[in-house]
């Protein structure tokens, strides 16, 4: 089964400002494919081939890793990853007016994406919501769809080893 990332509401076009300048001086835009991703608390990751190679940054630009960063992270898939260097881009969504400047993003040696927004940028930017669990169906106002209440007959001291004494 192949999946349709077009059809993902967390596969986005970004544009992220390239080195190149149009003839107003003012930086190109080129398109990535971003990734919004709830699960990365490692940080922002970058191709270092989009880099390179799409928005014809110099090596130049790349910034040294913190000694947390360099440690590298273990991945979903029990991967390691270690980034090679950091970087600061600048990017924005088609339909928004809000411009990221100026974000860390650690290069990544790996191809497989353009650009992942990590969870701490995610919250800091408040780029989604938090999710609502919460249900409105009948009788379960106010209470999480995860944990709805205690079923009838439950109490507490059935949880905490405290029985009442019959």
Same mark, same amino acid.
């Given at each position: 089964?192949?999946?349709?990332?077009?059809?993902?509401?967390?596969?986005?076009?970004?544009?992220?400002?390239?080195?190149?300048?149009?003839?107003?001086?003012?930086?190109?835009?080129?398109?990535? *494919?971003?990734?919004?991703?709830? +699960?990365?608390?490692?940080?922002?990751? =970058?191709?270092?081939?989009?880099?390179?190679?799409?928005?014809?940054?110099?090596?130049?630009?790349?910034?040294?890793?913190?000694?947390?960063?360099?440690? +590298?992270?273990?991945?979903?898939?029990?991967?390691?990853?270690?980034?090679? !260097? !950091?970087?600061?881009?600048?990017?924005?969504?088609? *339909?928004?007016?809000? =411009?990221?400047?100026?974000?860390?993003?650690?290069?990544?040696?790996?191809?497989?994406?353009?650009?992942?927004?990590?969870?701490?940028?995610?919250?800091?930017?408040?780029?989604?919501? =938090?999710?609502?669990?919460?249900?409105? +169906?009948?009788?379960?106002? +106010?209470?999480?769809? =995860?944990?709805?209440?205690?079923?009838?007959?439950?109490?507490?001291?059935?949880?905490?080893?405290?029985?009442?004494?019959?």
């Amino acid at each position: 089964m192949s999946v349709d990332e077009t059809d993902s509401p967390w596969i986005l076009p970004v544009y992220v400002l390239s080195s190149r300048k149009d003839s107003n001086k003012q930086f190109v835009p080129k398109e990535g *494919k971003c990734t919004i991703d709830t +699960g990365n608390h490692q940080g922002n990751i =970058v191709s270092r081939e989009f880099v390179l190679n799409v928005l014809q940054l110099p090596e130049a630009n790349f910034q040294q890793l913190t000694k947390e960063e360099e440690k +590298g992270a273990i991945g979903i898939t029990d991967h390691k990853f270690i980034p090679v !260097a !950091a970087i600061y881009l600048t990017w924005y969504h088609k *339909k928004s007016t809000r =411009v990221f400047r100026n974000m860390r993003f650690l290069i990544s040696p790996y191809q497989h994406y353009d650009l992942i927004i990590g969870a701490r940028s995610i919250r800091e930017h408040q780029l989604l919501d =938090v999710p609502n669990l919460m249900t409105k +169906g009948a009788g379960l106002l +106010g209470r999480s769809a =995860v944990n709805a209440g205690k079923p009838k007959g439950v109490t507490d001291s059935m949880f905490t080893g405290r029985h009442s004494q019959c």
